[in-house]
């Protein structure tokens, strides 16, 4: 086994500084709002895990029906000698891919990149375990930071998955594409994940389950405030609420003080008022269409070669060759 190579370039008290920092000014802000990365700790992780189970819950399975059947053609298309995955690199998903490009031949190196050291030493060791002879080079970073410092043997192609993109507002999509751009050599890939625009109750019912799976999960932010930051937020007077904007055509998570109150932050030396039905936004997800996706891929220097959709059209997969 060839033992994996980690480069960190996010300092040890990262991830508390940016937090402090995001709810300074997200909490101050009019609305309020939080970044949804937040949601990730231990927890939260759990709890992501049991949504992307549940029956309403469908971007996971669609998208991993698409590349059970699509794996060995990306491979095929992109000879890839390089695969680059931006967040966790231990998914059933990644596997399908890394399998796909051994089998073609071509896969020397895999470059995961997360911002969770843990997360991604756990991945990293796990592939060069399950995958012997394959080079392994981790890197704990932000992808909207790190992109120009990933190692790689061209050519790559650089999977992100799981309709992360839709997590960015439009400028800040656009900014990631041309980031990716960047750094990729002309006849490089990308391959991207998005969500697709469908019936409103199926988009809606997957962010707000009968079971309250995503409830928890959405409030779960608070309790990482409360956790680091010695908050008092009263979780439980926080109700979930998830709502379609037909304008952006994207579903909002937010969260809604069901009673007027006052959260001090003492970590921040801040104390933030909520007035009874005030909303904490906590997350956009945006769903695509083909014709916008092509668009905005043009717009950052990519032409989309490959496009496919699971057996529903619910989701869309795109392979993207740097131009």
Known sequence: MTEPVVDVHLAEDHAARALAADARVGLAANPKTLPPKWFYDARGSELFEQITRLPEYYPTRAEREILGDRAGEIASTSQAHTLVELGSGSSEKTRLLLDALRAAGTLHQFVPLDVSRTALREAAAACAVDYPGLTVHGVVGDFTEHLAL?????????????????NLLPAERAKFLRSVRHVLEPGEWLLLGTDLVKDVETVRVAYDDAAGVTAEFNRNVLHVLNRELGADFDVSAFS????WDPENEWIEMRLR???????TIPALDMTVSFEEGEELHTEISAKFRREGITTELADAGFELTRWWTD???RFGLSLSRAV
Request: proline share 6%; net charge neutral; hydrophobic share 50%.
């Open 240 to 243: 979930h609420v998830a709502l």
């Open 311 to 313: 057996s529903a059209d």
């Open 150 to 166: 990933l190692p790689g043997e061209v050519p790559r192609v650089v999977a992100f998955l799981g309709g992360t993109i839709g």
């Open 257 to 263: 003080a069901e009673k007027a109150m006052r959260v």
